[in-house]
């Protein structure tokens, strides 16, 4: 969060100090995003789709209910805060903050500066009440308390500096082949998806230094912050005090259903709601470990929801969007 948030907050302060418009290179949000999709493509392994299958009915039920309550918090959203349905529909969108505005940069009529804000304060609220509910009330006695050590990375070498180039070649082709057919939402979606298929046909895709990876949050945060306008965040209270309730609303619903999964399956609570939290899979991984939660299904479950919002959610939400302006 601080990689993203820090460089956007800096850039929408300058812009309304200065009064100007600053230039940002197209090619370093493009870069960017192709080092952002291969990131969560990487997540796409065989043995995250072998547990996806061992409790698919489980996990179809949670991204059903997911939609539903997208849906109706993008419809609360347009009817409290006086906003349009795409803007309500990317701001409501449970992606992340840059993922979401990425794919709303190709959405003509979306209004950028909104649906930042709107996705800020969503992870903002997940990852500060999720984690909290989660240690203060259901916290497992037995939990990892605060043993666990940061993984050692593993030496880069030659090949996979190759691999690195061979594969950003690769998908800048496609995704400039996309362009040329003006497939939208492809910035992001094209990387990720030619990532995920390149792990799950059982190619090497080494995991990017920290260093990368945290340079293209920070781009993509300048890239953001540029964009916002602040004209438009007139009725910025209004949103703000909407999108608070709305996220409260949808995690006592995920809360809801979380418990009735308990009651059909040997899944325990605290890792349902972890699991079903729409946060990342870093922060709900963690949080996790360190409580004692089942940290597989925690993952299956968070993984699950990406490729449910990227492959079916995303592209419907473009469809209807592109109709209705049509």
Sequence with gaps: MPWVLGPLFSCALVKLVWKKNLLWPKWLRSSALIVLGYMLGRTFTRESVSGILGIWPLLLLVS????????GSSWAMQ??????RA????????????????ICEDIEGADISVVSLMQVIRVLVVVTVIPFIATRVLAHPGGNGDVMTAPVPAPITYRDIALWALYYLIISLLVYLCNKVKFRGNSLIVPLTA??????????????????????????????GLQIQINNLTAWKKISLAAVISNFISIALFAALDYLITLISPLDYLTMFIGTAPGGITEMGVTALLLGADVTIVSIFQIFRLLFVYIAVIPALIWYVEKRKN
Excluded: H
Aim: glycine residues 12%; hydrophobic residues 60%.
């Design 195 to 224: 990532t995920a298929l390149l792990a799950l046909g059982g190619l090497p895709v080494p995991a990017l230094p920290s260093g990368i990876s945290l340079l293209a949050q920070i781009c993509m945060g300048i890239n953001i």
């Design 79 to 84: 009817k409290a805060a006086g906003l349009d």
């Design 64 to 71: 059903l209910v997911s939609l539903l309550i997208l849906l």
């Design 87 to 102: 803007t309500s529909l990317f701001g409501s969108l449970p992606a992340g903050v840059v993922q979401a505005v990425a």
